[in-house]
């Protein structure tokens, strides 16, 4: 079965400090995998995705990540971080096991708190 | 615009009371979630529906029932039977059930036991 280890429940940054989130996975089949940011009391919203082809993602804010198949790693970056980052971050991955059932597994994410 | 609206934005259940929440999506999604956020849990899965008619219990279905009779909406009860109710719920949906599907996400329901 899927699983999802963000090791770090809490990373504090100064703004315009570079910044990585840190997300490994277990799986024995083949996954897809997801970041989403959560800010205070509203739900999530996709950061970028990683389905096939080049391992470096780029998303949305300025955010990258990249799959590392070896290491069974996921993990997200941002070279210089604002104020406005600060949220709970959540990495989630989806087996590719050829099914009709796709479940997202949720790790249990990571508060980056930016301060000034 | 489209999106995925979730009411009410804060519910609170006495003890022994059945309450429902709201999650209605104007995506034209075929598939539909919820989810079940506790602090530095992550999110749990309570139940998923793939179609109009159909859904099938997540990780943690114990204590909840659903409906699926439109494809618009996707409610969700918490039963007396959920002894621990107390959570920040979040409602998802995606076009279809596929591993490629990005799901969406409501702005969630804080649920709260007096």
């Known amino acids: 079965a899927q699983s999802v280890t963000q090791l770090d429940s809490q990373v504090p940054v100064f703004e315009e400090a570079p910044v990585e989130l840190r997300c490994n996975y277990s799986?024995?089949?083949?996954?897809?995998l997801f970041w989403y940011v959560q800010y205070p009391n509203q739900g999530l919203q996709l950061l970028l995705k990683?389905?096939?082809?080049?391992?470096l993602v780029k998303g949305i804010n300025g955010f990258e990540a990249e799959f590392n198949k070896s290491q069974t790693s996921f993990h997200l970056r941002k070279p210089s971080v604002h104020i406005s980052d600060t949220a709970e971050y959540f990495c989630?991955?989806?087996?590719?096991?050829?099914?009709?059932?796709?479940?997202?597994?949720f790790g249990k994410g990571t508060l980056l708190t930016v301060n000034p | 615009d489209g999106g995925i609206t979730q009411s009410p934005k804060y519910l609170f259940r006495k003890e022994g009371q059945n309450v429902t929440l709201s999650c209605e999506q104007n995506?034209?999604?075929?598939?539909m979630y919820w989810y079940r956020q506790d602090p530095g849990q992550g999110l749990r899965l309570i139940y998923y529906?793939?179609?109009?008619?159909?859904?099938q219990k997540g990780d943690i279905a114990e204590g909840y029932s659903v409906s699926r009779e439109k494809k618009e909406s996707f409610p969700l009860t918490v039963t007396s039977a959920q002894k621990n109710p107390t959570a920040f719920y979040l409602c998802?949906?995606?076009?279809?059930?596929?591993?490629?599907?990005?799901?969406?996400f409501g702005p969630g329901t804080r649920l709260l036991v007096l």
């Open positions: 995506l034209n999604h075929d598939a």
């Open positions: 989630a991955v989806i087996e590719n096991s050829g099914g009709s059932n796709y479940k997202l597994t």
């Open positions: 990683y389905l096939s082809g080049s391992t």
């Open positions: 998802a949906s995606s076009r279809t059930s596929g591993g490629l599907e990005t799901q969406y």
């Open positions: 799986s024995s089949v083949s996954v897809y």
């Open positions: 529906s793939q179609i109009v008619n159909d859904f």
